[in-house]
């Protein structure tokens, strides 16, 4: 069970998407918390010296739809430190980060909107890099309507930051660093989150929860059953 429950959810719109929105970059403390338990430095630095990027939860892109100026608040607002978790550089990227545009491609034109929830699992052995305890996996549930089937669908995604960790503090566990797609059912389990509306909609529905299917490209996702 994780020692800690987070996550960041987002609504996307990609009939309304604004792609033209130039990225607001200034990073900033959420007021709705104490600064005491929000992190803007100290981890975050030069990755080539064993520093982490400050890795969006919800993507920056993802809230930018309806008018101009909603869109550029929407932007700025992804850059709170609430919405930000240590990351390698060269763990953005890849799957993780083409997943949803992969997803609104597969959805019904006729309902072109998705509903993302995504979020880290922490641990409690988990390394400390600069006093701060690094999460080796995210996760993402990923809500829309199927393009083919035209039915509400649901997948569960999985990936690792463990091998790419600075090697003084590594962790090596088989499997660590493939992408996969996984049971919403399991996700629960690795989250103590109760996604249980989601279940009946996840294509790996009827797989075990502790099903993993690794991935090598979005190409590779199960959007049907």
Same mark, same amino acid.
């Given at each position: 069970? #994780?020692?800690?429950?987070? +996550?960041?959810? /987002?609504?996307?719109?990609?009939?309304?998407?604004?792609?033209?929105?130039? $990225?607001?970059? =200034?990073?900033?403390?959420?007021? *709705?918390?104490? $600064?005491?338990?929000?992190?803007?430095?100290?981890?975050?630095?030069?990755?080539?010296? !064993?520093?982490?990027?400050?890795?969006?939860?919800? $993507?920056?892109?993802?809230?930018?739809? !309806?008018?101009?100026?909603?869109? *550029?608040?929407?932007?700025?607002?992804? +850059?709170?430190?609430?919405?930000?978790? #240590?990351?390698?550089?060269?763990?953005?990227?890849?799957?993780?980060?083409?997943?949803?545009?992969?997803?609104?491609?597969?959805?019904?034109?006729? &309902?072109?909107?998705?509903? =993302?929830?995504?979020?880290?699992?922490?641990?409690?052995?988990?390394?400390?890099?600069?006093? /701060?305890?690094?999460?080796?996996?995210?996760?993402? =549930? /990923?809500?829309?309507? &199927?393009?083919?089937?035209?039915?509400?669908?649901?997948?569960?995604?999985?990936?690792?930051?463990?091998?790419?960790?600075?090697? $003084?503090?590594?962790?090596?566990?088989?499997?660590?660093?493939?992408?996969?797609?996984?049971?919403?059912?399991?996700?629960?389990?690795?989250? !103590?989150?109760?996604?249980?509306?989601? =279940? #009946?909609?996840?294509?790996?529905?009827?797989?075990?929860? !502790?099903?993993?299917?690794?991935?090598?490209?979005?190409?590779?996702?199960?959007?049907? #059953?």
């Amino acid at each position: 069970m #994780p020692k800690s429950i987070v +996550f960041s959810a /987002v609504n996307i719109d990609g009939a309304r998407s604004d792609r033209t929105v130039k $990225r607001t970059n =200034v990073w900033r403390f959420d007021p *709705r918390i104490g $600064r005491e338990f929000q992190i803007l430095d100290g981890v975050y630095g030069n990755d080539k010296e !064993g520093f982490f990027s400050r890795g969006h939860m919800t $993507r920056r892109e993802d809230p930018n739809w !309806g008018d101009k100026k909603t869109a *550029r608040q929407a932007d700025a607002d992804t +850059f709170h430190a609430t919405n930000a978790c #240590p990351q390698r550089q060269s763990f953005n990227g890849g799957i993780w980060l083409g997943l949803e545009d992969h997803i609104l491609d597969n959805t019904d034109r006729e &309902n072109i909107r998705i509903s =993302v929830i995504t979020g880290p699992v922490f641990q409690e052995d988990d390394p400390v890099y600069y006093d /701060v305890p690094i999460p080796l996996e995210f996760w993402k =549930v /990923v809500v829309f309507t &199927n393009a083919a089937t035209r039915q509400l669908t649901a997948i569960g995604y999985k990936r690792s930051q463990a091998r790419l960790l600075p090697a $003084r503090r590594r962790r090596f566990i088989f499997g660590d660093f493939e992408d996969s797609q996984v049971s919403i059912a399991g996700l629960s389990e690795d989250t !103590g989150l109760d996604f249980g509306a989601y =279940v #009946p909609f996840d294509v790996l529905e009827k797989g075990d929860p !502790g099903l993993r299917i690794a991935l090598s490209s979005v190409r590779d996702l199960y959007l049907s #059953p």
